[in-house]
């Protein structure tokens, strides 16, 4: 249990005690700074503390925000002050000093303030939430009290916690059909104990009954399908939103939410791809299927790396970003812009409507052509930024490009032996080399005879450019473009070479394959944000990399026959996945990454 500390005279008829104990803390008095010392040291080391004015008047979700939010080790607002165990060390140093400084009452009347200052003093960053119309004060006369109470009286702070529960920023869709009541399911699973990531796991297994109703092939199946699409969209959204509400933030959950939405997705895909060949038709449809997938997974990485190699860049001077700005500031354009980019929300959507009311061949389509141009928009408008933009990119964002390009043991010893040559390259010449590379292994793929050994020598090329496209630090205008064309050279080629063998199951192990790959990238994204640093080394060079995997399928393909093929896709898709999912399950449970929570992709 969390322990807070009242300090100085006690309020006749104050609730501060009782929303104290409602919150989850212990509650003790302490009568001057020197007894709040004592306290806090008997204090367990691996508990939360609290400090708070026992004269504090305001809402209890102000104090809910300021005590109880897990992503801060430390946190006040006006008369109360927290501090999780990483930060118990220098709340006592600052609890010293502030008890040492001239002028502080003797019982301790504004020692919570006092404190505070002085842990911004020593440079420990403490949080200060946004209250809004929310009331948090010290009154000091009983005329303030008054006012204050009757502030406190004047605002509804279970209508601000419900509002402010929805994301500021989302989809068209989310913000208008889904939020104006997926807030109250939230509540009312907050109100039974239900946590965010036992709705997440409820989510899953929705589209996961949801991809089987597809798979069904007929039309019912498709009409309960797209039904139970959306409702598994509504759980999506009322997740994040139970976190938001009662405060339940964990990296755990952010990472489940991310790649359970994935996991959702692509297995509704498959489901989709099933539910096509099974049906009257007999329509195979897992080439669009495995489309869908790759094009996703390539917009997602576009995001992720344009966002890493932004991060903490040192100057923003991009006329494109000043006109987004502006327009961000007329209210359709903001809608509109929000809605091109086709995010979740709206793609969702049409997916669930479409499969209820065609055929999934039309599901596949409409999604590839909305995705493509999606695609192009925001990428566009990316590349913009990127050449407008006198901008110096930090040794930590070179890092992260170079976790998210995922080089083998080929790419970094071919690194290794061009270093010296690419230092007289230009600065652009990285994401050139990559976008070369993948072009000739995908180009050699799709137009020379299936099996050919020329694939493997097309394959040898793309490691070679790979490994010259990362041997220099990748900090460049436009190196955040070389993952997302990794991607696109190890997705786009294994779907190329799955089509051309023309064999009944090589494009569902492919499907499977590109999956298994997809979890690693993503799991790499979500360990970089949760602020873990990517995975281990042993683990990307066990995996091949993106090149090894590529050199993989390629001999596979020339060595094998055709079912062959399929059953070599089939284990390596069944052995990276096993390998990929052990080692991220292992590190999620027993991360002690700082808490987060993912506020939802862009796209």
Request: aromatic share 8%.
């Amino acid at each position: 249990m969390s322990t807070a500390i009242l300090t100085g005279a006690p309020v006749a008829g104050s609730p501060l005690e009782g929303d104290l104990r409602e919150l989850g803390f212990d509650v003790r008095s302490a009568v001057d700074a020197a007894d709040a010392a004592r306290l806090l040291a008997e204090v367990p080391a691996g508990r939360r503390v609290a400090l708070v004015d026992a004269r504090f008047v305001g809402h209890l979700h102000s104090l809910r925000l300021a005590l109880t939010d897990p992503r801060f080790p430390a946190a006040a607002v006006t008369g109360a002050l927290t501090a999780q165990p990483e930060a118990r060390t220098a709340l006592s140093r600052a609890l010293a000093t502030a008890d040492a400084a001239d002028g502080l009452p003797d019982a301790a009347d504004g020692l919570p303030d006092a404190v505070a200052e002085a842990l911004d003093a020593e440079g420990v960053s403490v949080h200060r939430p946004e209250l809004g119309s929310l009331v948090a004060s010290v009154p000091s006369s009983a005329q303030q009290r008054h006012e204050a109470r009757a502030a406190v009286s004047a605002v509804d702070d279970e209508a601000v916690r419900l509002r402010t529960a929805v994301k500021s920023r989302d989809g068209f869709f989310t913000t208008y059909c889904i939020s104006p009541y997926s807030r109250y399911l939230a509540r009312w699973c907050a109100r039974r104990g239900l946590t965010p990531n036992q709705v997440t796991t409820a989510s899953l297994l929705t589209a996961l009954i949801a991809a089987g109703c597809a798979a069904t092939g007929d039309r019912l199946g498709f009409i309960a399908a797209g039904v139970l699409l959306l409702f598994s969209f509504v759980l999506d959204c009322t997740d994040g939103q139970l976190a938001r509400y009662s405060l339940q933030y964990s990296t755990m959950g952010a990472w489940l939410d991310a790649t359970f939405d994935r996991a959702k997705e692509y297995a509704y895909y498959a489901g989709l791809a099933l539910g096509a060949a099974r049906g009257g038709g007999h329509d195979d449809v897992w080439a669009l299927a495995l489309g869908a997938m790759v094009l996703q997974t390539v917009r997602h990485v576009v995001d992720f790396s344009f966002n890493e190699a932004n991060h903490d860049a040192t100057a923003n001077t991009s006329p494109t970003a000043a006109l987004s700005d502006k327009l961000d500031s007329v209210g359709w354009t903001v809608w509109a812009r929000r809605m091109i980019v086709l995010p979740i929300g709206e793609r969702w959507a049409l997916i669930a409507v479409l499969t209820a009311c065609a055929t999934p061949r039309i599901v596949f389509w409409v999604l590839l052509i909305g995705c493509a141009l999606a695609a192009c928009y925001t990428t566009a408008g990316r590349v913009l930024r990127s050449l407008t933009r006198k901008a110096r990119r930090t040794d930590r964002a070179a890092q992260a490009l170079a976790d998210l390009a995922d080089s083998g043991p080929l790419a970094e010893g071919f690194a290794a032996a061009f270093r010296g040559v690419v230092r007289k390259l230009p600065g652009f010449a990285a994401p050139v080399i990559a976008a070369v590379g993948a072009a000739v292994m995908i180009a050699t793929a799709a137009f020379v005879g299936w099996g050919s050994p020329w694939v493997c020598v097309a394959a040898l090329i793309y490691a070679v450019l790979s490994g010259l496209a990362v041997a220099r630090p990748l900090k460049g205008a436009l190196d955040w473009l070389v993952p997302p064309l990794f991607r696109v050279g190890e997705y786009v080629a294994i779907l190329v070479i799955a089509a051309r063998s023309e064999v009944n199951g090589a494009l569902p192990a492919a499907f499977g394959l590109v999956a298994a790959v997809a979890y690693h990238h993503y799991d790499t994204v979500y360990r970089i944000r949760g602020g873990s640093g990517a995975p281990p080394r042993a683990l990307v060079r066990a995996t091949g990399g993106h090149e090894g995997r590529a050199l993989v399928v390629t001999l596979a393909a020339a060595a094998l026959p055709t079912s062959g093929f399929t059953i070599a896709l089939t284990v390596l898709a069944g052995a990276l996945a096993l390998l990929v999912l052990t080692e991220s399950i292992r590190f999620w449970v027993s991360s002690h990454a700082p808490a987060v929570h993912d506020e939802g992709e862009p796209a």
